[in-house]
């Protein structure tokens, strides 16, 4: 694996595990976590956390969208 795939899968690994620790760490589903929530959802790691979900996001749209275009000139030539 090239060092853009290694790119690309720390990418999708780092998002994945962000998404499922900001609900545990955030927004707990609980009573007391919808009462901390309002306070915990402005402290740094949630932030962190928040900034790493939309990023990863974003760079796996883009990681399908070069696949896509990379397919497609493969077919192309």
Known sequence: MNSVGVIY???IVVHYAASNAYPVICTPYSLKGLLMSPFMVTTPP???LRWIIDSGGHAITSMWAILG?????????
């Open 9 to 11: 899968f720390v990418w």
């Open 46 to 48: 949630c932030i962190a």
């Open 69 to 77: 275009a990379w397919c497609v000139q493969r077919i192309m030539s």
